[in-house]
């Protein structure tokens, strides 16, 4: 189990994201738990270092693509709704997806399957708090190794086996 606090920006633009005041980012190594190029380059750190990790595109959140943005009928969605909102969908496979609303036009609503940070090369500084070894319970909480995140659907174990989420259990 690695407890990971993190900043994460694009390019020249200011922080995207960070643990900064929250808990820290707390994965199992191996487990496909976070976006494969930073797995790689925390993969063998020590409790205490920090290091700058540059992860393009393809080890991210995958190129976008353009195949993935599509219209819905507006009745599917809540009255509230507004652009930017995400929802879990399945998609014609049966797998969970999320989709973020980009545009509201009527009695329609373009939708993106892209994750909002796909096509884009990410920047970030981490610093390891503590590696241990997962308890049991953390290693049945996590997919049961198949390396689909939470809301990835579930590839690995059927539909039978996820809950609201999207995990495996």
């Given amino acids: 189990m690695v407890s990971l606090d993190y ?3 694009l390019d020249d633009e200011g922080v995207v994201d960070t643990s900064e005041g929250r808990e820290p980012l707390m994965y199992i190594q191996g487990q496909g738990q976070i976006i494969p190029g930073l797995e790689k380059e925390v993969a063998g750190m020590e409790q205490g270092q920090e290091k700058d990790v540059v992860v393009p595109p393809e080890d991210g959140y995958g190129e976008y693509d353009s195949d993935l ?32 609303v980009e545009e509201i036009q009527g009695d329609e609503v373009v939708v993106n399957l892209n ?13 390891v708090n503590d590696v241990r070894d997962a308890t049991p ?28 989420e999207g995990c495996c259990h």
Avoid: Q, W
């Fill in 7 to 9: 900043t994460l920006r």
């Fill in 115 to 127: 994750h909002p940070l796909a096509g884009k090369t990410l920047y970030f500084h981490v610093r």
């Fill in 137 to 164: 319970e953390e290693m049945t909480m996590s997919c049961d190794g198949c390396g689909d995140e939470c809301g990835g659907g579930c590839s690995c174990c059927g539909d039978d086996d996820c809950d609201d």
């Fill in 69 to 100: 943005v599509e219209n819905l009928p507006r009745s599917i969605f809540p009255p509230e709704l507004e652009e930017g909102m995400a929802f879990r969908m399945r998609t014609d496979d049966g797998r969970i997806a999320v989709v973020y």
